[in-house]
T-cell receptor, first 116, second 111 residues
Framework: AQSVTQLDSQVPVFEEAPVELRCNYS??????LFWYVQYPNQGLQLLLK????STLVKGINGFEAEFNKSQTSFHLRKPSVHISDTAEYFC??????????????WGLGTSLAVNP | EPEVTQTPSHQVTQMGQEVILRCVPI?????FYWYRQILGQKVEFLVS????????KSEIFDDQFSVERPDGSNFTLKIRSTKLEDSAMYFC?????????FGPGTRLTVT
C-alpha cells in the first residue's frame, strides 16, 4: 500500500519568487509519482510525472520536480511564480507493478497563493 | 484536445434518494476511474473499470455504489440511497496507455 504526505497545506509567495511544494511518500513497492494542479472551478490537470529514468522531471508551466528515492520525496519547484500559478497542487503515487490499472493515491493538497 | 466531461456540474439531492453521475471519457481510452474528495480531505479512489467490469474497488465502494458503461461512451456512477456523508466532489478519469485524464468533477450535495 502507498501513502502520500504533503507537508504544507498553504504556501503564500510573492510573484516572481521561487517556490517549493513538498511531497513525501511511503510504499512497499516501486512507484510512479505525479503532480496535478487544480485551478479554481476546474478539474485536475497533470503537471508532471516520474515513471523512470532521470530523477529530475520537467512539466508544464515551468514546473519541475525531483525524485529522491532515499528520502522518498518528490518535491515540486518553480524558480519564478506568476499570479496565474495560484491553484491547489496535489501529489499522487501509484504502484509501478500494478499492471495498467494503477489507481492513484493522493496527498491532501497544497494551496499555492501567489501575491503581487 | 480531447477531454473528459462530467455532468451535472452540481447535484443537490435529499438523503435516501438515488443519484447518477455521468462521465464521458476520452474516446480511445480503456481504463476508467471514479474518485471523490470530501471537502477538506484527500482525493480518494473509489473504483476502476476495465473491459466492462470492475477491476478494483476501495472499501468506500460498498453495495450502495455501482458503475456502468451503458452505451460504450458514457461511464456512470450510481449511488442507490444517498447519505449525508456522500456529499463530496466526484471526479471521473480515463486512461489509455499513459496517465489518467480527469474531468472537471460533479459536486454532490446531500441534504
Amino acid at each position: 500500500a502507498q501513502s502520500v504526505t504533503q507537508l504544507d497545506s498553504q504556501v503564500p509567495v510573492f510573484e516572481e519568487a521561487p517556490v517549493e511544494l513538498r511531497c513525501n511518500y511511503s510504499s512497499s513497492v516501486s512507484v510512479y509519482l505525479f503532480w496535478y494542479v487544480q485551478y479554481p472551478n476546474q478539474g485536475l490537470q497533470l503537471l508532471l510525472k516520474y515513471l523512470s529514468g532521470s530523477t529530475l522531471v520537467k512539466g508544464i508551466n515551468g514546473f519541475e520536480a525531483e525524485f529522491n528515492k532515499s528520502q522518498t520525496s518528490f518535491h515540486l519547484r518553480k524558480p519564478s511564480v506568476h499570479i496565474s500559478d495560484t491553484a491547489e497542487y496535489f501529489c499522487a503515487v501509484s504502484g509501478s507493478n500494478a499492471g495498467n490499472n494503477r489507481k492513484l493515491i493522493w496527498g491532501l493538497g497544497t494551496s499555492l497563493a501567489v501575491n503581487p | 484536445e480531447p477531454e473528459v466531461t462530467q455532468t451535472p456540474s452540481h447535484q443537490v439531492t435529499q438523503m435516501g434518494q438515488e443519484v447518477i453521475l455521468r462521465c464521458v471519457p476520452i474516446s480511445n481510452h480503456l481504463y476508467f476511474y471514479w474518485y471523490r474528495q470530501i471537502l477538506g480531505q484527500k482525493v480518494e479512489f473509489l473504483v476502476s473499470f476495465y473491459n466492462n467490469e470492475i477491476s478494483e474497488k476501495s472499501e468506500i465502494f460498498d453495495d450502495q455504489f455501482s458503475v456502468e458503461r451503458p452505451d460504450g461512451s458514457n461511464f456512470t456512477l450510481k449511488i442507490r440511497s444517498t447519505k449525508l456523508e456522500d456529499s463530496a466532489m466526484y471526479f471521473c478519469a480515463s486512461k489509455g496507455q499513459g496517465e489518467q485524464y480527469f474531468g472537471p468533477g460533479t459536486r454532490l450535495t446531500v441534504t
